[in-house]
């Protein structure tokens, strides 16, 4: 029997301060009904104009993950304008374990 899918949220377009309170709520709905919340993917490759809300949005999120219970939140299609970003600020690595 193979191991449950882990769980993956999606995040695209310009995101602003006001829509992370929600990002996190989706996030916590998402993990409280995941097979397997321990491991959660963020794909960001629709994200567009990353700026340092979008980074303090990551943060805020792999926080959320970590308070609900997921041992991580990793990062996939990261766009090269926000690992930049993410880097800057010494957020790049233990996120992006899992970009590909």
Do not use: F, K, N, W
Not at 1 to 26: F, H, K, N, Q, Y
Not at 47 to 68: K, Q, Y
Not at 75 to 81: D, V
């Amino acid at each position: 029997m193979e191991p449950p899918p882990p769980a993956a949220l999606i995040v695209s377009g310009r995101l602003t301060r006001d829509a992370v309170p929600r990002l996190c709520a989706d996030l916590e709905a998402l993990l409280r009904t995941s097979p397997d919340p321990t491991t959660v993917y963020c794909d960001l490759s629709g994200v567009v104009h990353p700026d340092l809300t979008t980074v303090e949005a990551i943060a805020r999120l792999s926080l959320t993950a970590r308070r609900t219970g997921a041992r991580r939140l990793r990062l996939c299609g990261t766009p090269p304008e926000l690992r930049v970003l993410l880097e800057l600020v010494g957020l790049e690595v233990p996120l992006t374990q899992g970009d590909g």
